[in-house]
């Protein structure tokens, strides 16, 4: 099994940052493709952005390009989400996920292992 751990979420302003991180234990070999999605209330889940694990190759949906930047650390199986110029659109509840497999899906149902979400209220 692979157990996913997400934090650093929190209240900001508009305009402000944030850094979400997702610590990864159990059999992370498993883990080829990481990923960020989020969840607004009333809304379906949606993408954010992917990174491969081994390659560092990324992808963004297009209403974070720009602002957001995801990587990871291989030494601490950890991927983090460095969010900035935050909106209030982007409030949500942040879930990272991992799936094995070359291909950096986007879809939510290509995606095996989940975190619990951490919350993230962008303030106007």
């Known amino acids: 099994q692979v157990l996913l751990v997400e934090s650093g979420g929190g209240l900001v302003q508009t305009g402000g940052s944030l850094r979400l991180s997702c610590a990864a234990s159990?059999?992370?070999?498993?883990?080829?493709?990481m990923a960020w999605f989020r969840q607004a209330p009333g809304k379906e889940r949606e993408f954010v952005a992917v990174?491969?694990?081994?390659?560092?190759?990324?992808n963004y949906a297009d209403a974070v390009k720009g602002r957001f930047t995801i990587s990871r650390d291989n030494t601490k199986n950890t991927v983090y989400l460095q969010m900035n110029s935050l909106k209030p659109e982007d409030t949500a509840g942040y879930y990272c996920?991992?799936?094995?497999?070359?291909?950096?899906?986007?879809?939510?149902?290509?995606?095996?292992?989940w975190g619990q979400g951490t919350q993230v209220t962008v303030s106007s």
């Open positions: 159990g059999r992370t070999f498993s883990m080829t493709t």
């Open positions: 996920a991992a799936r094995s497999g070359a291909r950096a899906a986007t879809e939510i149902d290509e995606y095996t292992y």
């Open positions: 990174i491969s694990w081994m390659r560092a190759s990324t």
